[in-house]
């Protein structure tokens, strides 16, 4: 079966131990060019691994795909993703249209003078995991998106601007500033809480120096 797989498709998805995948792929390996992506998702649905042709073969951007669909956490370690650095913390109402979040991500990118490319994560609050329009907006943008648990905010005590707004609404003090920075190590703010079409966003870089 999996060597008709490797024929017929472009992508497959395979959901068990990634040791099983590994063994069972092996005989139909030819090159990165070649091999279909593959993507392996741990029987929990908590990770989407990148695991074959992550870059020329599109894997990567499968792991995100997959990732976003089912709130799974993609693990990419290609060295064109690992050394990305920015982290867009989002916040939107409920509803929200995946054409507002694209053009608010966009937009404020531009204003920092940054692309896509250099974008590490999506990162919002837990309780956005089923809003169809983030998770189809992160999946044209081809970015993963992260949800950080409430009590990692609530209990977060960095600097960030508070909302007496979102805290009547979900009880936490914000979104888009707290999730920009707990998504990264050592992250740094270099756009403050910004609304755009809507939707509050927020820039972090990494500093891992």
């Known amino acids: 079966l999996v060597k008709e797989l490797f024929a ?11 040791g099983i995948v ?4 092996a005989p139909y390996l030819k090159d990165k060019y070649q091999d279909p992506a593959i993507v392996v998702v741990d029987e929990a649905a908590r990770f989407a691994i990148s695991t074959l042709s992550g870059h020329e073969g599109g ?7 997959v990732a976003n669909s089912i709130g799974a956490q993609a693990i990419v370690t290609t060295a064109s993703e690992t050394n990305k650095k920015i982290i867009v913390g989002l916040g939107c109402r409920k509803g929200a249209k995946k ?6 991500i966009t937009e ?4 920092r003078g940054l692309s896509l490319d250099e974008v590490m994560c999506i990162a919002t609050v837990e309780i956005k995991k089923n809003e169809t329009g983030l998770k189809e907006a992160c999946v044209e943008l081809g970015v993963p998106l992260t949800f950080v648990p409430c009590y990692k905010i609530a209990n977060f005590g ?6 007496d707004f979102v805290k009547k609404k979900i009880g936490l003090n914000g979104v888009s500033e707290p ?3 707990l998504a990264g190590r050592r992250a740094k703010l270099i756009l403050p809480k910004t609304v755009i079409c809507g939707v509050t966003i927020a820039i972090a870089r990494e500093d891992c120096t």
């Open 8 to 18: 017929e498709f472009e992508g497959i998805v395979f959901c068990m131990a990634l």
């Open 22 to 25: 590994v063994r069972v792929i």
């Open 59 to 65: 894997a990567n951007k499968l792991a995100y795909a």
């Open 99 to 104: 054409e507002d979040i694209k053009r608010a």
């Open 108 to 111: 404020g990118l531009k204003m």
């Open 158 to 163: 960095g600097k960030y601007q508070k909302s």
């Open 179 to 181: 999730c920009a920075l």
